[in-house]
């Protein structure tokens, strides 16, 4: 069984932001680029809880890994 795989939009809304394209873009564009020496749950931005969530998933590897991944690379993307 394969394990499910998330989109940029529900992980939007797992960590209780704006989900749809336009608020996603929006908000990558207002935080980025991040400081290569920030990791993704430790940006500012972040909430407690949010950060808490997109550390735990991505140390443990979990099916929100990847998604996770992407939102990081787009944040620390250089323009």
């Not at 939009?9 to 290569?36: C, K, M, R, V, Y």
């Amino acid at each position: 069984m394969e394990a499910p795989v998330h989109s940029m939009n529900n992980l939007f809304a797992q960590l209780g932001l704006p989900s749809d394209q336009a608020s996603i873009e929006q908000f990558i564009a207002t935080h980025s680029p991040l400081a290569t020496s920030v990791p993704l749950s430790e940006a500012s931005f972040w909430t407690p809880t949010q950060a808490s969530f997109l550390n735990e998933k991505i140390l443990e590897d979990a099916d929100w890994a990847e998604v996770i991944e992407e939102l990081n690379a787009e944040l620390h993307a250089r323009s």
